[in-house]
């Protein structure tokens, strides 16, 4: 059973300062990975998508990378805002429980002291 | 395009009582998901469908069922409430069947049963 697991479960930074946050999952047969971001009290936007074909995504000042055979992601965050904190959740798409679903983490708790 | 609109917000039952959560999108997609998120965990798949009339089970789908006569509307029912299903329900909805494809989340629904 595929299982995703993300460190740290929260972390607190100044504003500025780049951070990363860190995923890993324990089947690689996976399709995708995708890094997801939710506020509190709302539902869960798409930050990244990256295939399993692919090393990296980036978007403005997020960056993603995955490597597939260690079982391992990172995002990156850069030059981080306030604005930026959030909950941030991992997940993998697969079919290793028989049908194409996908397998969140529990999330890391960003917060961006100004 | 609203996108995945989700009702009511909050609901509290009494154990025993039954429901229906509501899940509509307006953006033509043939997939649709109904996950469960209970407090600092990730979110766990209930139900979904791959089209109309199409359903099938995710990870936790005891106690719950689903129906899709439609492509917009996706309602999850709660038969018989139970404590443990205290937890904040997302539904969500995708194009397709391919893997470059990313869900599209609700705000979700709190629910609490006493």
């Known amino acids: 059973k595929q299982e995703v697991t993300q460190i740290p479960a929260a972390l607190s930074v100044p504003e500025g300062e780049n951070l990363v946050l860190n995923c890993s999952f324990t089947d690689s047969a996976i399709y995708n990975l995708q890094w997801f971001r939710q506020d509190p009290g709302k539902g869960l936007t798409s930050l990244l998508l990256?295939?399993?074909?692919?090393r990296e995504q980036t978007s403005g000042r997020l960056n993603a990378s995955l490597d597939k055979s260690s079982g391992r992601s990172t995002l990156y965050i850069a030059a981080s805002q306030p604005g930026d904190s959030a909950t941030y959740l991992c997940?993998?798409?697969?079919?290793?429980?028989?049908?194409?679903?996908?397998?969140f983490g529990k999330g890391t708790k960003l917060s961006v002291i100004p | 395009n609203a996108g995945v609109t989700q009702t009511p917000k909050f609901r509290i039952l009494k154990i025993g009582q039954s429901m229906t959560l509501q899940c509509a999108q307006d953006m033509n997609h043939n997939y649709m998901y109904w996950y469960r998120q209970d407090p600092g965990m990730g979110l766990k798949l209930i139900y979904y469908?791959?089209?109309?009339?199409?359903?099938d089970k995710g990870e936790v789908p005891n106690g719950y069922n689903v129906s899709r006569s439609t492509t917009e509307d996706f309602p999850l029912r709660l038969e018989l409430a139970a404590p443990s299903q205290t937890s904040v329900y997302f539904c969500?909805?995708?194009?397709?069947?391919?893997?470059?494809?990313?869900?599209?989340f609700g705000p979700g629904t709190r629910l609490t049963v006493l």
């Open positions: 469908s791959v089209g109309a009339g199409i359903t």
């Open positions: 997940a993998v798409f697969d079919s290793g429980a028989g049908s194409y679903q996908l397998t």
């Open positions: 969500a909805s995708k194009p397709g069947e391919s893997f470059t494809d990313t869900q599209y």
């Open positions: 990256i295939q399993s074909s692919q």
